[in-house]
């Protein structure tokens, strides 16, 4: 099946500071989302982007389908930004779902 | 805005015990998938569900699991005899589209199997 890799696996910043989280995918995709995991465990839609660019606030993502990666965004980090972010693709084709990436654990410390 | 209801949030069960998840996925979706992730790990697929049966299965979903659309609104999970290692969180999740559209998830429900 396809492949999803999160970089980094961890990442410590301070409050106010900008950050970059990657995801590789193995394999063309017809869908893909980043996710906010907060500490309750809620899994939160950030966005809906096989290709381009999005902005929503202080959150941007940008994904290159055809070299197989997108990137997060994060500007003027703030503490209720810790969590763990996931990126999931689906290759398409038929129903069989999202496949995650291990996600990148963000602690923003004030 | 419309949105992915779970209940119940947590639940507690005895190793054994049957145990059903229920969802309300949002109203005008027609698929509709559970997702498991064993705390600390990645978010897995479950099933997919359309039309009133499973689309796709992983290979997690063994015979101890099942789904079902009972009325109009729910979409339901059975654990059928739950083992120490289906203590997760599990999620539902709608969408409009079959594959390329966008997964919409509900908060999740946490299963402790004692």
């Known amino acids: 099946g396809i492949q999803v890799e999160q970089s980094p696996p961890d990442l410590i910043l301070q409050e106010g500071a900008n950050s970059t989280l990657r995801c590789n995918f193995s394999d063309s995709v017809n869908n893909l989302q980043w996710f906010h995991q907060n500490p309750w465990g809620q899994l939160i839609n950030l966005f809906y982007i096989p290709s381009g660019t999005k902005q929503n606030g202080r959150l941007s993502a940008t994904t290159v389908a055809t070299e197989r990666y997108s990137l997060l965004y994060i500007s003027s980090s703030q503490t209720t930004d810790s969590g763990v972010y996931f990126c999931a693709v689906e290759k398409g084709g038929g129903a069989d779902g999202l496949t995650f990436g291990k996600g990148t654990h963000l602690i923003i410390q004030p | 805005e419309p949105e992915v209801t779970q209940t119940p949030s947590h639940q507690v069960t005895q190793m054994g015990q049957e145990v059903i998840l229920r969802c309300v996925p949002i109203?005008?979706?027609?698929?509709f998938y559970w997702y498991r992730q064993i705390l600390g790990q990645k978010v897995e697929f479950l099933v997919s569900f359309y039309n009133n049966e499973i689309s796709e299965k992983s290979e997690i979903f063994d015979d101890q699991f099942s789904v079902e659309r009972p009325d109009g609104s729910n979409f339901t999970l059975k654990i059928r005899s739950t083992k120490l290692e289906d203590s997760a969180m599990y999620f539902c999740a709608s969408s409009n589209v079959l594959s390329t559209g966008e997964l919409f998830f509900g908060e999740g429900s946490r299963l402790t199997v004692l």
């Open positions: 109203s005008n979706h027609l698929y």
